[in-house]
């Protein structure tokens, strides 16, 4: 069974600009999950998603959003860029196969974004 | 407010030998435990897991162990090998929300 896959790997953008990841979510899994890595935050959780709805959310700001697609497929897009956003952006996906979540979240590879 | 805090930010073990990976949390409503293991520029790889109604599981080399009345769980590597070094994450998830939070990581250096 194919992984988690990310696209793209790698990101340069400037400031100001927007951005769109993507992500696909291992084959029967609806739940996908972003999180942020960075040196001096960790690793910290932006949202999660499933059946095309949003039902969790870190604390981050507005500019940072995301959607779900009928496939389980997801996209994150953060605007109006800012240095401060230059991280390693995770997506992980579980099956849901059970509450409370004893289903385990499988990464994928991450997009490194760069904002100059 | 870290409530899953990893305080050894490395640690280095000979070839065979034990690991013993330590992690603390703060908040009770956490009822889910993980680890993982990740490589630079990667994402973090699932190792092992442990629900709150356990104290213990095993899966080959690696056990972890959960503490509820002190709060702290704790990963051991069973024997160590080289290519077990990486950054190791312990995550924690409360109630429905599939909200991982995480330490800060241990650096695990696995010396030949």
């Known amino acids: 069974k194919a992984g988690v896959t990310q696209t793209p790997r790698y990101l340069i953008k400037t400031r100001g600009q927007q951005v769109t990841l993507s992500c696909s979510p291992i084959?029967?899994?609806?739940?996908v999950s972003w999180y942020q890595q960075t040196p001096g935050q960790g690793l910290q959780f932006l949202f999660e998603?499933?059946?095309?709805?949003?039902?969790n959310k870190g604390n981050f700001p507005g500019r940072f959003s995301g959607r779900q697609f009928s496939n389980s497929r997801s996209e994150m897009n953060v605007s109006t860029l800012e240095l401060g956003d230059s991280a390693l952006y995770l997506c992980?996906?579980?099956?849901?196969?059970?509450?409370?979540?004893?289903?385990?979240?499988?990464f994928g590879p991450g997009t490194r974004l760069t904002v100059l | 407010d870290q409530q899953v805090k990893q305080n050894s930010p490395s640690l280095s073990v000979q070839e065979g030998r034990i690991s013993i990976l330590n992690c603390d949390y703060t908040n009770s409503m956490f009822d889910y435990f993980l680890w993982y293991k990740k490589y630079p520029a990667e994402g973090p790889t699932f190792l092992i897991s442990?629900?709150?109604?356990?104290d213990k599981n095993e899966d080959g080399r690696f056990t972890v162990f959960l503490n509820k009345s002190a709060k702290h769980l704790s990963l051991h590597i069973v024997p160590s090998q080289p290519g077990d070094s990486a950054v190791y994450f312990c995550a924690a998830n409360t109630g429905s929300a599939r909200q991982l939070t995480f330490g800060s990581g241990t650096q695990l250096t696995v010396l030949p």
């Open positions: 084959s029967g899994h609806r739940s």
């Open positions: 442990i629900s709150s109604i356990k």
């Open positions: 992980a996906s579980s099956a849901l196969a059970g509450v409370p979540p004893t289903d385990t979240q499988y």
């Open positions: 998603y499933f059946s095309e709805t949003q039902r």
